[in-house]
């Protein structure tokens, strides 16, 4: 394959600092296409995949994570760099629809609810700018499209052009408050550490990352009576971390100037901002993922028994660690298997005989990053869950999406079937060495798990490269264990019609 690169494309490799090797990698990706992932069963209570707490156990664990708090650096790591335009996708349909008023159950219910969302206050005082009509006046008028103009468009809100992060999603007596200012808020329960510093960290998108920082400084005015030191830190998608578009024949595709095109690497690209944070312990939750105050308690209570069970097991691993450094007895590596089996559910998929092989495997297993992740009850979401997936020389716990399931195999088809829970994406993470030495994530990515997709780019079809999902091969080399959460942590905001829901509302 003569793929033909001139002096501008080493340039724009330059740039973005991006190794020509690293794109003969990705290209031969799309030629020789992506092995689908090896599932050997779900991860469940009954097979010992998903760990199920016992009260006794919380009150324990969150005691753990008290005393360790203190005189540790805690981060909060939140993705929001994502736009809100799909929270708004059938407000927009309707705004291209010859309809003149809605005919959707769920858009009428959404005008005759508008009072009771956290942004009604200023989507009233851009009616009246724009049109000189309050919002009765406008819903009596059947003026509907004027409201989602003014809610969406640029010269009122301009929510359709917002991260999510800034839309406020819950009313209070005092205040409305953004989804990043709900995440601040519950954050203050469970992620102050030392010299009770409270950080904070939010990706975001290029363009919006001066209205975060201008939100920031609004809420650090609001809450400067507090005794937390606030913290707020931003990060970007490096461009090194983009993909290169191919056409259908899997050469490089370019664009009308000549130049190659490149696309975003997907959320997994964030492994990148999460490897630059140095922190003793993360907590990750998406943006959209908050309640109002009313509904906190099941977050705040198992983010800390999920981080205290987590220092528990890192305090283990460092200890097996040392062990298998200064000197192993047969006793000892008995103990070390049975929690390498039992605790982190990894089993060697070959029979080690020899003493030192089974000492090596051991260090490779028990030296790595560690992450507790919240698992709810699967009751129909889509999205990721917990699975037992084999590997070349393991078999091992991985949170798998459905995309990367063969869905043409009956058997893969049935095991889908069989799984009990979903990832809400709420989970601890420790990210160093037993000597405290901060890992690179970098080195436990699995770039088997990339996506290709097809694309459309001004008319012509194009394959697009997606790197290893953030929760998926990103982290596929980590020690993961699974926790049961109650469902009532998982208050996803995926469309503007989510946050009329009772576990949106407060009574006011």
């Known amino acids: 394959m003569i793929l033909n690169f001139k002096g501008q494309d080493f340039e724009l490799l330059k740039q973005k600092g991006i190794a020509l090797e690293e794109i003969l990698r990705q290209i ?8 689908p992932i090896k599932l050997v069963e779900p991860a469940t209570p009954a097979n010992g995949g ?16 008290e005393e360790f708090r203190s005189n540790r650096v805690i981060y909060k ?67 509907y499209k004027k409201i989602v103009t003014a ?25 409305s408050r953004t989804s990043m200012e709900e995440h601040l808020v519950e954050a203050f329960s469970y992620a102050v550490g030392r010299d009770n510093a409270l950080e904070l960290h939010f990706t975001v998108s290029p363009e919006h990352k001066s209205e975060f920082e201008a939100h920031a400084r609004e809420l650090l005015n609001v809450y400067d009576e507090k005794n937390e030191k606030i913290n707020f830190s931003f990060s970007v998608q490096k461009p090194s971390t983009d ?23 997907g959320h997994g690209a964030l492994i990148y901002n999460l490897n630059d944070i140095d922190s003793d312990l993360i907590f990750v939750k998406n943006i959209d993922n908050v309640a109002p105050d009313r509904m906190k308690l099941d977050t705040e209570m198992y983010f800390k028994a999920l981080a205290g069970y987590l220092i528990t097991l890192k305090n283990k691993i460092d200890a097996y660690n040392e062990i298998l450094e200064t000197g192993v007895e047969q006793e000892d590596l008995d103990d070390i298997y049975e929690f390498i089996e039992n605790v982190l559910m990894i089993k060697p998929k070959k029979k080690l005989k020899k003493f030192e092989d089974k000492i090596e495997f051991a ?4 030296n790595r990053p560690l992450r507790v992740a919240g698992m709810v009850k699967n009751l129909g979401q889509e999205g990721g869950g917990p699975f037992l997936v084999e590997y070349d020389e393991f078999i091992s716990p991985q949170i798998v999406e459905k995309s990367q399931i063969d869905l043409t195999n009956p058997h893969y088809k049935e095991l889908l079937k069989k799984s009990t829970h979903f990832n809400p994406t709420f989970m601890v993470l420790s990210v160093k060495d037993y000597k405290g030495n901060k890992f690179n ?23 697009a490269l997606e790197r290893p999902g953030l929760w998926n091969g990103a982290m596929a080399f980590w020690n993961t264990v699974f926790v049961q959460v109650p469902l009532t942590v998982f208050n996803p905001v995926k469309t503007v019609f989510d946050l009329l ?3 949106h509302q407060n009574e006011i």
Do not use: W
Not at 28 to 35: A, C, L, V
Not at 151 to 173: S, V
Not at 243 to 265: C, Q, S, W
């Open 243 to 265: 993909t290169i578009a191919v056409d259908m024949n899997n050469m490089p595709f370019r664009k009308e100037d000549g130049n190659l095109l490149f696309r975003p690497g």
């Open 441 to 463: 994530l970098l080195d436990f990515v699995d770039e088997k798990a990339s996506f290709i997709t097809i694309k459309n780019y001004h008319g012509h079809d194009i394959k």
């Open 77 to 143: 790591f939140t993705p929001a760099s994502g736009a809100a335009t799909r929270m708004f996708k059938k407000l927009y349909q309707f705004l291209e629809s010859d309809d003149m008023e809605p005919q959707d159950e769920e858009l009428k219910d959404f005008f005759a609810n508008l009072h009771k969302l956290a942004f009604y206050h200023d989507l009233e005082n851009a009616c009246k700018k724009l049109y000189g009509h309050n919002i009765k006046k406008l819903l009596k008028l059947k003026e």
């Open 50 to 65: 998903v760990k199920v707490l016992k009260d006794r156990e919380i009150e324990y664990y969150i005691q753990i994570f």
């Open 28 to 35: 031969s990706m799309f030629k020789n296409g992506i092995e």
């Open 501 to 503: 829901k009772p576990n």
């Open 151 to 175: 809610l969406l468009d640029e010269q009122g809100l301009g929510y359709g052009q917002k991260p999510k992060a800034l839309i406020k999603f819950h009313k209070y007596k005092d205040r």
């Open 363 to 366: 260090r490779k297993i028990l």
